[in-house]
């Protein structure tokens, strides 16, 4: 088998993630983080975890120490500042999409 030498771009919870479980799966990965570390610092800190996400930290035994030190939420802003623009998703959204994609995928 051929190793893959795959870069990731983008050193938060999902690049990160996605560059280990590469790694774990033989790949060389190289990780790499754009922003400087003063950009860093003034990056809001609050992350949503989402579905595909928390299987990943289940699959590597991470997600009950993680979920420890997680609480939910009712909305989430999510925020382009590179195209200023910017949408507000409820939590009653995510159920009602949830919902429509189980019935399109027949379950």
Avoid: H
């Avoid at 922003?35 to 989402?50: N, P």
């Avoid at 579905?51 to 120490?65: A, D, P, S």
Wanted: with cysteine; charged share 25%; net charge positive.
């Amino acid at each position: 088998m051929i190793k893959k030498n795959i870069k990731v771009i983008g050193s938060g919870p999902t690049g990160s993630l996605l560059a280990l479980s590469l790694a774990l799966n033989k790949c060389n990965v190289t990780l790499i983080e754009p922003l400087s570390d003063s950009e860093l610092l003034e990056k809001d800190k609050g992350y949503a975890v989402t579905q595909c996400t928390r299987k990943i930290f289940e699959e590597l035994g991470l997600w009950n120490n993680i979920q420890k030190s997680s609480f939910g939420f009712t909305s989430l802003s999510i925020i382009d500042d590179v195209i200023s623009q910017s949408v507000l998703v409820r939590n009653k959204d995510l159920k009602r999409l949830n919902n429509d994609q189980r019935i399109l995928d027949g379950l």
